[in-house]
């Protein structure tokens, strides 16, 4: 039995030339949480230079140009575009048109301002949390916790800082996905003050530890007030010993207001 040329589908008919056709596949769609192709490399080149910028490896007022690092990093022009753009997103470098990027001063105004927010949204997120979890979500979070022990002990500041976001992530859970992507943003922003906290104090990984423990305690007692307390004080802690570090002449005001309205006033 014959079969007609419009029963056929169209990419398996012969060419009109006589050749056999071409099938060009459909080009890859990004799916949600999983970038392909420009898109994971800019994403890859920012996490490198994300990581110098946090390391110290490119220090503050360091000019980044784009043409450089793409010969450094092995990219081209494109990626290092978008990364730049990230970056700057992220409060890491100064990029103006016309105007060579930079890698930002740490600014004691934007300190404060981030930590402000943060105690207030965080808070009030471990408030709403602590008592949603169960006993999975407490183990994870003990898991969690020993690891950013023992990777302390370790000097591996980049996987403390992956379970360190995991501890917290899981502490801050049971809120919308809003809140959930300002309270990312937040702690992506803050992980350079972490850092600096760390090599400024090298006693306050302990304090961050027994801070750790200490809200662990509270979220299996699901004691939301004392859980709201703790959190509020170990961030306040953090911006208050950077800054008595770097700015010691800058009134914190944000972090201390916030600190009074969500932890009591007591760092």
């Not at 056929?8 to 596949?25: D, F, K, L, Y």
């Not at 602590?130 to 990777?151: F, H, P, T, V, Y």
């Not at 943003?185 to 750790?212: C, K, N």
Request: glycine share 8%.
């Amino acid at each position: 039995m014959s079969t007609r040329s419009s029963d056929i589908p169209r990419e398996q008919r012969p060419a009109e030339n006589g050749s056999e056709a071409q099938v060009s596949a459909e080009p890859p769609v990004d799916e949600p949480g999983h970038p392909t192709g420009g898109r994971r490399l800019a994403l890859d080149v920012h996490a490198r230079l994300r990581a110098m910028i946090l390391s110290g490896e490119l220090p503050p007022g360091s000019a980044l140009l784009q043409a450089e690092m793409a010969r450094k990093l092995g990219v081209s022009r494109t990626p290092m575009r978008e990364a730049f753009r990230l970056l700057q997103e992220e409060g890491l470098i100064d990029a103006r048109p016309d105007q060579r990027a930079r890698v930002r001063g740490v600014d004691p105004e934007d300190l404060d301002g981030v930590y402000g927010a943060r105690i207030m949204l965080e808070t009030l997120a471990v408030n709403l949390t602590a008592k949603s979890l169960d006993a999975g979500d407490l183990e994870r979070m003990s898991e969690a916790l020993q690891c950013m022990r023992e990777l302390a002990s370790q000097d591996q500041p980049d996987q403390w800082h992956a379970a360190h976001k995991e501890f917290h992530g899981i502490a801050t859970r049971a809120v919308g996905p809003h809140l959930q992507r300002m309270l990312a943003s937040l702690g992506e922003h803050s992980e350079r003050y972490i850092r600096l906290a760390q090599l400024g104090m090298p006693s306050s990984w302990a304090r961050a530890h027994a801070d750790h423990e200490a809200l662990l305690d509270a979220l299996r007692l699901s004691d939301s007030d004392e859980a709201a307390r703790v959190i509020a004080r170990h961030l306040a802690r953090t911006a208050l010993n950077v800054l008595a570090d770097i700015a010691p002449e800058y009134e914190p005001v944000a972090t201390r207001t916030a600190l009074g309205i969500a932890g009591n006033g007591q760092p």
